[in-house]
């Protein structure tokens, strides 16, 4: 077993590489178990801190470059797994990456994570069933597209895609595929508004204290309508017109009814 408290160029007898033409000496903290992992980082990257697990054989991380804050976080990357972190991508405080058994973990440019997040590939323990024998919590890929924002305690676990431009809300728990340019929030989340964006500026440490259109804030790239996937687990939530609408629908067909009777 390697540990290491710095990140910098390394290699060893066991085929483990670190490509960091950066030095990150503070809050480091990387234990090797394996051989043949690669960590890559880009020259430009910044890392506030860092946990990380090679637990197994032939595990990647790549992180990218970073213009922002920075990430902070502790990955566990398992037998032949992969995490991917795009460029600009940040963290409020220490989030949680797993990724065991193959799979893969990304995130796309630009995302923002809260506190206390956990994007998990799985259970870390398996689950079977009695009669058979069979696992019945499989490890399954994440996907975080780009612009993504998690808020605090947000949850995607196996499994979980999540289009480009869409806002996880408080405390939510993602087991399936989101669309983009949507919020969706709940256990499990479910989308509760589409066609909307959402920008950086922070709303009151950021001027003007006050934002009520978007003519205060400077648009990024992700500006796109909702597409909407029928075939998407979850349910989109309709507008207050078209609820009224349906519930006035409803009314009359009720009514209709009760005069047949």
Same mark, same amino acid.
């Given at each position: 077993?390697?540990?290491? =408290?710095?990140?910098?160029? /390394? =290699? ?5 590489? %670190? ?22 980082? @880009? ?9 990380? *697990? ?14 922002? @804050? ?7 990357? #398992? ?5 991917? %972190?795009?460029?600009?991508? +940040? ?8 990724? *065991?058994?193959?799979?893969? *973990?990304?995130? #796309?440019?630009?995302?923002?994570? $809260?506190?206390?997040? @956990? ?6 323990? &398996? ?5 058979? #024998?069979?696992?019945?919590? &499989? ?16 949850? $995607? ?10 806002? %996880?809300?408080?405390?939510?728990? *993602? ?7 949507? !919020? ?11 066609? !909307?964006?959402?920008?950086? &500026?922070?709303?009151? /440490?950021? $001027?003007?204290?006050?934002? &009520?259109?978007?003519? /205060?804030?400077?648009? +990024? ?6 597409? /909407?996937?029928? =075939? ?6 309709? =507008? ?22």
């Amino acid at each position: 077993m390697k540990k290491l =408290s710095a990140l910098a160029n /390394y =290699s060893d007898e066991l085929g483990n590489v %670190i490509q960091s033409p950066k030095v990150f000496d503070k809050n480091i903290d990387i234990i090797i178990r394996g051989s043949n992992n690669k960590l890559t980082i @880009h020259p430009d990257a910044r890392i506030t801190k860092l946990n990380l *697990v090679f637990d197994c054989d032939n595990g990647s991380l790549v992180i990218g470059s970073n213009t922002k @804050h920075g990430v902070s976080m502790f990955i566990r990357i #398992g037998q032949d797994s992969t995490v991917n %972190i795009g460029n600009d991508v +940040t963290t409020t405080t220490l989030c949680t990456v797993s990724a *065991v058994e193959g799979a893969t *973990v990304s995130f #796309g440019n630009d995302v923002m994570i $809260a506190s206390g997040n @956990h994007f998990r590939s799985d259970d870390s323990h &398996p689950i079977f069933d009695v009669s058979t #024998g069979k696992r019945v919590n &499989p490890t399954k890929d994440i996907s975080i597209g780009n612009h993504v924002w998690f808020g605090e305690q947000a949850v $995607a676990l196996a499994g979980a895609i999540v289009g480009d431009g869409t806002v %996880i809300g408080f405390r939510s728990i *993602v087991t399936r595929k989101i669309p983009n340019n949507c !919020i969706a929030v709940g256990s499990p989340a479910k989308v509760v508004r589409k066609n !909307i964006a959402w920008e950086r &500026p922070h709303l009151s /440490y950021t $001027a003007p204290g006050y934002k &009520p259109d978007a003519t /205060y804030v400077t648009k +990024t790239d992700y500006w796109n309508m909702t597409e /909407y996937d029928s =075939s998407i687990d979850g349910q989109i939530a309709i =507008s207050d017109r078209q609820a009224s609408a349906l519930r006035r629908k409803l009314w009359h067909l009720r009514r209709s009814v009760f005069k047949k009777m």
